[in-house]
């Protein structure tokens, strides 16, 4: 993780006073979950989309959960990414206090590998949505990419960007040569 | 259900008050979870303990979960018996408010067969505690009756009540013949 | 489904010409797949979002598929609601072509009950994102309210009406009483 | 395992004379699920709960288990904590002949990762109760927590122990910073 | 059922005296297991082996299936056939209390379709046996062959038998056509 | 099935002398599969493919399994369809004993619906090859599919009606209007 | 597995010419296999029951399975262990080709852990029985049990050896101390 | 992979410009996925047969897809082996775009052990055929072999080298020895 500068707004964040111009919170129920959703912030830094991280657990803290998913919208939060394992409550719980979009991503857990943690957050009841992504670091990635493509929505900016991160990827992929080089 | 006589501590609960002597809390996610958790509630009147019933929503009445829960204690509730379907978080949350002890039960979901329903309640994280049961009506009864023996610890009358249900189960299968008479 | 208008927005996209302010599209695999994905077409209505709904097979129609999801940005689609059943590659294909939003819905399938229509649609590669709903009509509706909730981020209108949806839900949930009236 | 006292109340149990005042037991069916259920005991120990940690056997040790669990309430038992792993007979066989609460751990097994000791414990007939928990060292934690809720129902001074031991949670919970510091 | 004499020998054992020559023990842990297990009955009365059917639950009777199992071999039982749903641990405690063979049958169960009963019995720890078979009727009448077959080790005449169903059972798929006829 | 005809080819392969020139097997291991393996003979019809018949049940006549696939190529065939149920071994074992490509049907089977046939028809070991399809009627179908396009490989009259299939494949979905016709 | 004398009754199995009197074939798809059924081995030789241990593949060597299977009978087999992994045929198809009593050990497979073993081993249709036991090692040594009850129904020193293994079996149990000693 | 001559077609059909007279091309949707895929290589190598291998990524690179399926037949390719893992959309969508026959083979994931690969690609809707193999390595080159068999139906002397092939493999498993030697 030496390339990734989390400086700045995470810090700030941490810091207990919320920053001015998070766009997007990751949160997650322990930091044991931190080597997952640190792919969801690695993307937001390469995007250059501000955010803010949390550990915020939805069975040790819900006082914390529900103040953080009450005020996300008055806090100008335009998507929160939100990874849990195993009986993966918190991303439904966020949903339900809030109706800013909430990205789930089920972190792989020790026993069942993580079909668990897709299950508790994929299943979610009609009227309170979560969107879900694949377990573990893809879906971890993958969501911050979704709430990218969320904001990109109005902004021309950031839409060039990922429009640039999809060709680059494609080079990359037409660029491969078998069998692999290293 | 016509034999349940849902009078009294019941009607009482739903009124909006809440009873005073109610020793164990039965709540479910929504009102179609009723014809399941129903079998929790007639083994409670079975044995004579006093109860309420209610829904309460994880995902659509937060708060209410939260109020429900954290005045649990001190309305001197002895056990809360919780059951949900899909993504269930009710049991896994109210757990998350007191200490007062929680008894899950996977509803049946549609598509998973409560596969789901069993895995978001009983894979809790370690620190919050869901005393689980099996999906659906035979794990209302069991919930039900696990309640009564958690009571029991502290009442006589409901041990013998238990020991004399034991012992009119054992009989009644004792007196089976095969093939069966129906 | 008779108290559904699917007059105006939905009779036009058919048409073959696409309307002109369509702001979400609901793609699904196979006509059988309509009775689910009308659980998102009737929160988009009654939200009063405009909308296309399509058949487009990744399989049978991938070339309208490449069409589609490569013409949507510029049609000014904000997000792609897609739902399909097996070996579902409907959303994760879409979402290969465009940077627009995609929402995944798995669509219940006659042997495995929706665990492969559930696996083939979340499990995405890191790079493509699809966001995923529960499998069947809860996964539909509530694919409708995240797309409803994507667009309230630049839209104060939706977002009060899905404040006041919440509110609602949360109303009809309080209102509930124990046996159901039914 | 070093900072676990196993001396006093164990000590003595397993002497074959059982303690006096033992308020919970907990068996296991092989001694190699101890690195499990000490999760369990470790609990209990640190509530100051008494204790008796015994390998009974379903399968190899039946009559031991009939008298273990026969003799349990006049022993003065609360609960009985009772771990196994694959085709987990344990818990419900104890369940079978007591009517103190019985709870159940699934412990982890080799080719099916504990979801065949899940299986096995959670999905016990009406009549018979078992309280289950997670797969594996969470799920042994949180019977011993469980245990105790059951415990403070009598008993003032665990109960406070209990707020205590959560709040203590929430703090860490709390005081956690990402990336997490070690 | 109406071609099924129940005459004779499981009169007899139902009637409380055990019969005196009786090769097989057929037990299940409810009546309602009966129309799965009946099937193995058939079998054995196929063959002219002599059997004894009882209701003996593994969680409501432990006694009685500690006695049942204890007095096998001394009865001269060469097998017993014992079906169980859910969390099934008939066949697993009756092997853990003889040295009988012991021929489990995985009741389909109703959430989970007898993989429940499926991994509860087959899954024995080393050192305590149960052949197991397919869930539901085709595992019943198949346990009911592997007796006869393992009867047959010691009676020519059952071989014989046992060839020539064989051989009518290798003949009647011969004599398919397709499509079927009726 | 009134449209079918099963006259010509089938009819004479059923009556025992195989026919010429059929170019496709089918086989099932029960009349019970008819229903879902029809489905490839339909297929084959359709695209005018010489074909045969046979129930072959790889338990129950394991003498005519390998008689059966042990003369294919010598009798032409170009590749053999397989489908059954449960611990479906027909298959496999048609696999073992013939080079002609077999393609492998798992049929639904009642308690595990078919996830058993899967497995045991896709999981085999390097060295003998299944060429699988989906669970049931789809798989059967695209089973009669693939054995067209196998053969296509050296007809171009079969390739152009498989193009034609496909352009009338695309062309019915193009077709389809939302809601539903009918 | 130092401790294994393979001399006698094995040598002189592989040596190509069978064994005069063994009563058990222990038979397995794959050498790689010999680490798991080597525990059915131990047993039997614990036990001091003649068997032959060969390698005999349903796929690679189905004339020899034939040829192994349908004289066991006549070789005065009294039972035959099989093994097998993934779409583990084996089983199965001994069972097919002969009456003697077929014991199924799934072997732990790489992908899904065995879980296709036991299915493609335990779902036998009817007609044909498989007695199956756990996945791994621990079904093979219960297989190798299994199979020694069998031949004790005829052999009143076998049923003295097994009685005292179930009690030394009992009494390693008994003396167990918590926590382990080493 | 030292003794695997990768020089030749496939250093060929890497440069960019395709080999003339490619027979099977061997696509995978990353080359992390080579380590598997190389396995369907060494057997085309070995029978002597013409491919190429490529990276083609269904998510990543969708025009490369349709391109590369499209063109398959007129450049004359006689099937396609496509391996993909996770939500594994490669095969499918090749198979949408081509009537070459396309073999799947699902890559192990980490998360789900290719159980989400495998239902991803055969769990194919009618119409749009993908023959499946196992997940993995064994898949992998039973990929090939299945190739091989589709080349052998117009190739005598591929015919011969499979029977040969099969020869060898019986012969092989003949002459092991139990304890395994090394």
């Not at 914390?64 to 009986?87: P, Q, T, V």
């Not at 809030?98 to 990205?103: G, H, M, S």
Request: glycine content about 10%; some cysteine; charged content about 20%.
């Amino acid at each position: 993780m030496a390339k990734l500068a989390l400086v700045g707004l995470v810090a700030i964040a941490q810091a207990g006073g919320m920053a001015a111009d998070v766009q997007v919170g990751v949160v997650m129920g322990s930091d044991s979950d931190w080597p997952t959703m640190v792919k969801a912030v690695e993307v937001l830094e390469e995007f250059g989309v501000s955010y803010e991280a949390k550990v915020v657990s939805a069975h040790r803290t819900p006082d914390l959960l529900m103040e953080y998913a009450g005020s996300a919208m008055e806090r100008g939060l335009k998507c929160i990414i939100a990874g849990a394992g195993g009986a993966a409550h918190l991303p439904g719980m966020i949903a339900a206090s809030t109706i800013v979009p909430v990205l789930g991503v089920p972190v792989r857990s020790k026993a069942l590998s993580g079909m668990d943690s897709l299950l508790s957050i994929v299943q979610m009841p009609k009227g309170i949505p979560v969107a879900t992504f694949a377990i573990g670091e893809a879906g971890a990635a993958n969501a911050g990419l979704s709430a990218v493509s969320i904001l990109a929505n109005g902004d021309e900016g950031l839409r060039d960007k990922l429009l640039k991160f999809r060709d680059d990827q494609r080079d990359t992929v037409l660029a491969k040569t078998l069998p692999p080089e290293d």
